[in-house]
């Protein structure tokens, strides 16, 4: 018998890989002669260099974007399950979104000082995540790096302690893995000069135990940890883990810093409300301004007290926190329309009533065939993941992996109409998604598994 990955023969996927881009491109002659003409002006022929790792042949280029749909300059439709890896997880420009957009735009882009948005916006945090004290960025990776160094301010200390397998966007301190028992840089950095081992530790998520032990070293200022981890293989805490971590953090004078950036997915106010977790930092990102570029961080009362007591004390001179292009009033008109009119419990409710048929979907497929997989969701957040679940922590989600096969599924879901997120195998249903796109999705994912594993060819 042939080796199997994952329980799929190496010969199958091969095949599946070569006809899926075969397909793919017949399918988009203008797009690569447009892409011949034009990409080379651009440093690897993309605008971002992640761009090139979608598993297809030559990137999409993208006409426009509705709801849960996109459109490419060759005229193909997709329904659009990837939704900017969250950026657009209400869907592709809200209505409330663009018309603050355009209203926004006849009063001015940025100038540096607040408005009146800027006033509702902060009230509209509050009700939204608790009562903190708010800070605008432009991404969730300036965000944390900023919130970081108030944790350092605060607490005197050095380090950050961080979940092997985390995302937390750049952030230096996030750049770490756990590897044979020891915190080390992870691989594939560019240009890395500093020891980061000097800043940060990584532990396996849900180990309490070995939280306590990198704890009560007395150097950690902050945890920064999302609540589910999310960016290699989703992994959800085990009953417990974050009330032990709040009270590990607690005792040993450590903060305890919430990334929603993509637990936002969870429900109204985040995996943070809908569970009652304690933050004393929280950060999000992507979608909270409707997909224009905005995060917010926030510091809990106690926390904003003890950074004031700091702040008044320290001498002059740059803070190193802050662009100047943030907090602009582009992003409080877009923060307030999406908070007020499209973050709401309704769009909730539809979610994650999508999301529930669309995880029943696609584990009645895998059952169907038999095959070593599980499938598994937080609120609007559904993934696949090509081996048995579930997973605990970041190493076993690193090796449940099968990168080989997961582009080829992603090939074939595509040209049967669907797109997911390239980096990972993750889903997302918008308050847009419709019951006819889920079923295309379940159907899609159903025949490329049949195929799989049954070795069928499908046109």
Same mark, same amino acid.
């Given at each position: 018998? @042939?080796?199997?990955?994952?329980?799929?023969?190496? =010969? %199958?996927? +091969?095949?599946?890989?070569?006809?899926?881009?075969?397909?793919? /491109?017949?399918?988009?002659?203008?797009?690569?002669?447009?892409?011949?003409?034009?990409?080379?002006?651009?440093?690897?022929?993309?605008?971002?260099?992640?761009?090139?790792?979608? !598993?297809?042949? $030559?990137?999409?280029?993208? =006409?426009?974007?509705?709801?849960?749909?996109?459109?490419?300059?060759?005229?193909?439709?997709?329904?659009?399950?990837?939704?900017?890896?969250?950026?657009?997880?209400? *869907?592709?420009? &809200?209505?409330?979104?663009?018309?603050?957009?355009?209203?926004?735009?006849?009063?001015?882009?940025?100038?540096?000082?607040?408005?009146?948005?800027?006033?509702?916006?902060?009230?509209?945090?509050?009700? %939204? $995540?608790?009562?903190?004290?708010?800070?605008?960025?432009?991404?969730?990776?300036?965000?944390? %790096?900023?919130?970081?160094?108030?944790?350092?301010?605060?607490?005197?200390? !050095?380090?950050?302690?961080?979940?092997?397998?985390?995302?937390?966007?750049?952030?230096?301190? +996030?750049?770490?893995?756990?590897?044979?028992?020891?915190?080390?840089?992870? &691989?594939?950095?560019?240009?890395?000069?500093?020891?980061?081992? %000097?800043?940060?530790?990584?532990?396996?998520?849900?180990?309490?135990?070995?939280?306590?032990?990198?704890?009560?070293?007395?150097?950690? =200022?902050?945890?920064?940890?999302?609540?589910?981890?999310?960016?290699?293989?989703?992994?959800? &805490?085990? @009953?417990?883990?974050?009330?032990?971590?709040?009270?590990?953090?607690?005792?040993?004078?450590?903060?305890?810093?919430?990334?929603?950036?993509?637990?936002?997915?969870?429900?109204?106010?985040?995996?943070?409300?809908?569970?009652?977790?304690?933050?004393?930092?929280?950060?999000?990102?992507?979608?909270?301004?409707?997909?224009?570029?905005?995060?917010?961080?926030?510091?809990?009362?106690?926390?904003?007290?003890? $950074?004031?007591?700091?702040?008044?004390?320290?001498? @002059?001179?740059?803070?190193?926190?802050?662009?100047?292009?943030?907090?602009?009033?582009?992003?409080?008109?877009?923060? /307030?329309?999406?908070?007020?009119?499209?973050?709401?419990?309704?769009?909730?409710? /539809?979610?994650?009533?999508?999301?529930?048929?669309?995880?029943? *979907?696609?584990?009645?497929?895998?059952?169907?065939?038999? =095959?070593?997989?599980?499938?598994?969701?937080?609120?609007? /957040?559904?993934?696949?993941?090509?081996? !048995? *679940?579930?997973?605990?922590?970041?190493?076993?989600?690193?090796?449940?992996?099968?990168?080989?096969?997961?582009?080829?599924?992603?090939?074939?879901?595509?040209?049967?109409?669907?797109?997911?997120? @390239?980096?990972?195998?993750?889903?997302?249903?918008? &308050?847009?998604?419709?019951?006819?796109?889920?079923?295309?999705?379940?159907?899609?994912?159903?025949?490329?598994?049949?195929?799989?594993?049954?070795?069928?060819?499908?046109?």
């Amino acid at each position: 018998m @042939p080796p199997l990955t994952h329980g799929v023969s190496a =010969a %199958r996927i +091969a095949d599946l890989t070569a006809r899926a881009a075969a397909t793919y /491109r017949a399918a988009r002659p203008r797009t690569a002669h447009a892409l011949a003409a034009g990409a080379g002006a651009w440093l690897g022929g993309v605008p971002m260099h992640w761009m090139t790792d979608w !598993p297809q042949p $030559f990137p999409m280029l993208v =006409a426009q974007a509705k709801g849960a749909w996109l459109e490419d300059i060759d005229g193909n439709r997709v329904d659009d399950f990837c939704l900017g890896d969250t950026g657009s997880m209400f *869907g592709h420009s &809200p209505a409330p979104v663009a018309r603050a957009i355009r209203a926004q735009a006849r009063r001015g882009l940025t100038y540096m000082l607040p408005n009146a948005d800027a006033l509702a916006v902060g009230v509209l945090l509050s009700e %939204r $995540f608790g009562p903190m004290r708010w800070q605008i960025a432009t991404t969730a990776t300036d965000a944390n %790096r900023f919130a970081l160094r108030v944790a350092r301010a605060v607490t005197g200390r !050095p380090k950050v302690l961080v979940f092997n397998g985390c995302y937390h966007g750049t952030v230096d301190e +996030a750049m770490v893995r756990l590897h044979a028992g020891r915190t080390e840089a992870r &691989p594939g950095l560019v240009g890395q000069v500093a020891d980061l081992t %000097r800043t940060a530790v990584a532990v396996e998520f849900n180990d309490l135990a070995g939280v306590e032990a990198a704890l009560a070293r007395g150097d950690v =200022a902050a945890v920064l940890t999302e609540p589910v981890l999310t960016n290699s293989c989703m992994v959800l &805490p085990q @009953p417990g883990f974050h009330a032990g971590l709040r009270a590990l953090t607690r005792r040993y004078g450590a903060l305890l810093m919430i990334d929603e950036t993509h637990t936002i997915s969870t429900g109204l106010g985040g995996y943070t409300r809908v569970h009652g977790l304690e933050p004393d930092i929280f950060v999000l990102g992507k979608c909270v301004a409707g997909g224009v570029a905005a995060a917010v961080w926030g510091l809990s009362p106690e926390l904003a007290d003890r $950074f004031a007591a700091y702040d008044a004390t320290r001498p @002059p001179g740059h803070s190193g926190m802050g662009t100047t292009l943030s907090a602009n009033p582009l992003q409080f008109a877009a923060l /307030r329309a999406t908070l007020a009119e499209v973050m709401t419990a309704t769009s909730y409710a /539809r979610m994650e009533a999508g999301a529930a048929r669309l995880e029943r *979907g696609l584990a009645r497929a895998i059952a169907a065939q038999g =095959a070593p997989w599980h499938v598994v969701r937080v609120g609007a /957040r559904v993934e696949f993941i090509c081996a !048995p *679940g579930p997973l605990r922590n970041g190493t076993e989600a690193e090796a449940a992996h099968a990168h080989a096969l997961e582009a080829a599924i992603h090939a074939s879901l595509l040209n049967r109409g669907c797109l997911i997120a @390239p980096f990972h195998n993750m889903m997302l249903v918008s &308050p847009a998604t419709t019951h006819a796109q889920i079923n295309r999705l379940i159907a899609a994912f159903a025949a490329t598994v049949a195929e799989l594993f049954a070795g069928k060819t499908t046109p």
